[in-house]
């Protein structure tokens, strides 16, 4: 579906109604199938590149929880949705963008260096406000893609730890794109095996609580590895057009 042809409250409320419902009768399965509780996963519904008829008809089937990988877009969706939306940051952040978003997100999932910590607690000291991030490490050390590495996490939730107004509440990954979502079994293990080394590192103010991992083709295999935030945008609001 394009933009221009999404009917807020006619076709389209339909079409994310049932998508909706379908992602859910998943997660249920998935938790079902590996003896977790249904509320400890969150689903967070990536609305990039979509309009804002679309969000709200989101929002109207029940979700609050946000994902957007863009400062503008976000600030933009933010500034014309309701105000009891969690608006997470999911997409590479750089430096000179943070002060327009430390006071509008729930949570920053993409923190993948001490620089970009640090200008988050700057910024956020300057608005006196508190921002959750998590960690982002590239499991599957993917040329394309951002995050620290599985061996620079430890000392960057470490030395992350000690700025003010920041709590790191754990960490996120983005697993290659695959046929079989099973392949990405071995990175979300990982991704589990180094929060659970972590939080057992006693570090002052760390105790994480959060996974971020899965998406639409591999979240049931996320929440089997322990997943508490999933974050699905195609299997809700349908393929992304960007602009050519
Ligand atoms: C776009 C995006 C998603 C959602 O991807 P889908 O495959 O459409 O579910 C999840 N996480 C991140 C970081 C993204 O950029």
Request: glycine share 6%; proline share 2%; hydrophobic share 35%.
């Amino acid at each position: 579906m394009q933009w221009k042809d999404y009917e807020g409250n006619g076709m389209g409320n339909r079409m994310i109604r049932e998508n909706l419902e379908h992602v859910k009768a998943n997660i249920k399965r998935a938790c079902e199938g590996s003896g977790r509780k249904e509320e400890d996963v969150t689903l967070i519904a990536v609305s990039k590149t979509k309009p804002l008829p679309m969000l709200m008809d989101a929002y109207e089937c029940g979700c609050r929880d946000f994902g957007e990988n863009k400062v503008q877009e976000l600030v933009d969706k933010w500034e014309q949705m309701p105000k009891d939306i969690r608006w997470h940051m999911i997409g590479h952040l750089q430096r000179n963008k943070v002060k327009y978003i430390v006071d509008k997100v729930y949570m920053i999932h993409s923190v993948d260096s001490l620089r970009l910590a640090e200008e988050i607690s700057k910024e956020a000291v300057k608005k006196g406000v508190t921002v959750s991030v998590l960690i982002e490490i590239n499991v599957a050390q993917e040329e394309s893609k951002f995050g620290t590495t599985c061996e620079e996490a430890y000392r960057l939730v470490e030395e992350a730890s000690k700025l003010p107004n920041i709590i790191i509440k754990g960490l996120m990954t983005i697993a290659p794109y695959v046929e079989n979502a099973e392949e990405n079994k071995q990175y979300f293990e990982k991704l589990r095996q180094i929060y659970v080394d972590i939080n057992r590192k006693n570090i002052d103010n760390v105790y994480m609580t959060e996974l971020s991992m899965g998406m639409t083709g591999d979240y049931e295999t996320a929440i089997a590895e322990g997943a508490t935030y999933i974050r699905v945008g195609t299997g809700i609001f349908g393929e992304r057009f960007y602009a050519v």
